[in-house]
């Protein structure tokens, strides 16, 4: 079985279909799934969806591109909703430097802050890093006393990065980008890091893999990840499924 350990159900793309495609996951293979939240809003929805369906838990955590309007009050929002059985981790946070906004200062402030809840919380993080490798591990490293567990969501860095992140104790996760074409550094990323460290995701609904890249992407498609990497390692891809299935129950305290 499978575990995409990165979606977004509660996405409007999937308002048309979303209890058609969840209720077939199973069948297709896909065990468990972690929803993770943007902003403050989806915080609710979210619960839902993990009280409709045993397979899917749940994440809190406000988006960098969402965070410009936070407040320390809604760090109680977060904290409440981490209290809940199946929110199993504060994310995804992080930092996106593509577009400017908001300001750096205010992304890292709320990062830092986030961090230090989930550690606060004794719970793993889920880290958006988008143009920003350096103030990410920078932050990750120096915040919430070093204590910092979880996850790096879509790797985009280095094979150096991928050590730090490595010798921080914390997974790395690959998406539909490792099947792109032009994905050399996620492949030597791939490559470097030990199987055991290693979550299987989708990122749905974005980022659709090789062959059906440019559509709506969903949690059915992430077998063509798992294939990839299991080419890329030169193992099995039941191999491949079944440790990364391990690791996300593992990275996110899921018995």
């Known amino acids: 079985m499978l ?12 308002d048309a279909d979303r209890d058609e495609i969840l209720s ?5 293979n896909v065990g468990l799934i972690m929803n993770a939240c943007s902003a403050l809003e989806d915080i609710p929805v979210i619960e839902n969806l993990c009280e409709k ?3 899917i838990y749940g994440a809190a955590g406000v988006h960098p591109s969402d965070c410009a309007g936070l407040m320390e009050s809604d760090m109680e929002i977060i904290k ?6 199946k929110i199993k981790a504060v994310g995804e ?5 593509f577009y400017g906004e ?3 200062s205010i992304q890292k402030k709320w990062f830092a802050r ?8 004794g719970m793993p993080v889920i880290v958006h890093d988008r143009e920003a490798h350096f103030d990410t591990i920078d932050l990750l490293k120096h915040s919430g006393d070093g204590k910092v567990t979880g996850v790096l969501h879509c790797f985009s860095g280095s094979r150096e990065m991928a050590k730090e992140v490595l010798d921080m104790g914390m997974y790395i996760a690959f998406g ?6 032009n994905a050399r550094r996620a492949v030597e990323a791939a490559e470097y890091v030990p199987l055991d460290r290693i979550l299987l995701e989708t990122d749905s609904p974005y980022l659709a893999p090789v062959p059906v890249r440019g559509k709506r992407n969903s949690s059915l498609y992430i077998h063509f990840v798992a294939e990839k990497l299991a080419e890329i390692k030169g193992l099995s891809v039941l191999d491949v499924e079944d440790a990364t299935f391990e690791n996300a129950k593992r990275c996110f305290g899921i018995d």
């Open 93 to 97: 946070i992080g930092l996106d430097y």
């Open 3 to 14: 575990f995409d350990s990165h979606a977004h159900y509660d996405d409007k793309q999937f």
């Open 53 to 55: 369906y045993d397979f």
């Open 102 to 104: 908001p300001e750096r």
């Open 176 to 181: 539909g980008t490792l099947t792109f074409k």
């Open 80 to 85: 409440k909703a981490c209290t809940k059985e």
């Open 24 to 28: 077939s996951m199973r069948e297709n």
């Open 114 to 121: 986030q961090i230090e809840l989930a550690v606060e919380l």
